[in-house]
């Protein structure tokens, strides 16, 4: 089945610092890639959708200076939080659909999820 | 807009006990539905999902959801509840053909009681 991974599972930084995260679709190739943000106890909010080749659609109120995101290949895309603060804490999940397999079907495959604090 | 709405944060059921989650869509157009499990700091794992195909859709773990039109609901039900079904769930609507983005629901908490 798709598969899709994300690394780190989990990081600790300091304030002020810049964290990246990869999401790598393993068995499939993905022109779309989707990052969304999932606060404790909440549903999934979209960040925004990457395009390959492309820049990234941002939904309203998400700031592209500070997760910038680069889908550099149709396999992977990355997501950087800039100038991380505590407020950015959170779990980030990512999900790509795949580009042959789903058809209009528009089943997204998920990412395990990476957990991010900000100290 | 397409929206889905999930009633109630939260479900307790007894082990062995009838599983039913409830959602609602809301979609001007035909939508596509779907249901995804979310184990504790972990991602999501699609259970079913439902594509103008047949109106009852089978799931993996024993659940199903039927689509009703009439009543825009795309509810989730398990005949027999199971520890390991205790998780949060998610109702996720999108629309049919290209890349539409797909909104989720607000999620509950299934607690099984043993």
């Known amino acids: 089945g798709a598969v899709v991974s994300q690394h780190p599972s989990w990081v600790i930084c300091k304030s002020g610092t810049s964290v990246k995260i990869e999401c790598r679709s393993l068995?499939?190739?993905?022109?779309?890639m989707f990052w969304y943000r999932q606060f404790p106890k909440q549903s999934l909010m979209l960040m925004a959708t990457?395009?390959?080749?492309?820049?990234?659609?941002?939904e309203q109120g998400v700031e592209k200076d500070k997760f910038l995101i680069n889908h550099a290949s149709l396999t992977l895309s990355t997501l950087t939080v800039t100038s991380a603060h505590p407020e950015d804490s959170s779990f980030y999940i990512c999900?790509?659909?795949?580009?042959?397999?789903?058809?209009?079907?528009?089943?997204?495959?998920f990412g395990p999820g990476t957990r991010l604090t900000v100290l | 807009a397409q929206s889905v709405t999930q009633l109630g944060s939260h479900v307790s059921v007894s082990e062995g006990a009838l599983v039913l989650l409830r959602c609602n869509y809301s979609s001007s157009v035909p939508p596509y539905l779907f249901w995804y499990v979310q184990y504790p700091n972990q991602g999501l794992q699609l259970l079913l999902k439902y594509t103008s195909a047949a109106t009852l859709v089978k799931g993996i773990n024993g659940f199903e959801a039927e689509f009703k039109k009439s009543e825009t609901s795309f509810h989730l039900t398990k005949p027999s509840a199971h520890m390991s079904d205790a998780a949060e769930y998610f109702c996720?609507?999108?629309?049919?053909?290209?890349?539409?983005?797909?909104?989720f629901g607000t999620g509950t908490k299934l607690q099984v009681i043993p």
């Open positions: 996720a609507v999108t629309f049919s053909g290209g890349y539409q983005k797909v909104t």
């Open positions: 999900s790509a659909r795949d580009d042959v397999g789903t058809g209009g079907n528009n089943e997204q495959f």
């Open positions: 990457s395009n390959e080749g492309s820049k990234a659609t941002y």
């Open positions: 068995d499939f190739q993905a022109t779309t």
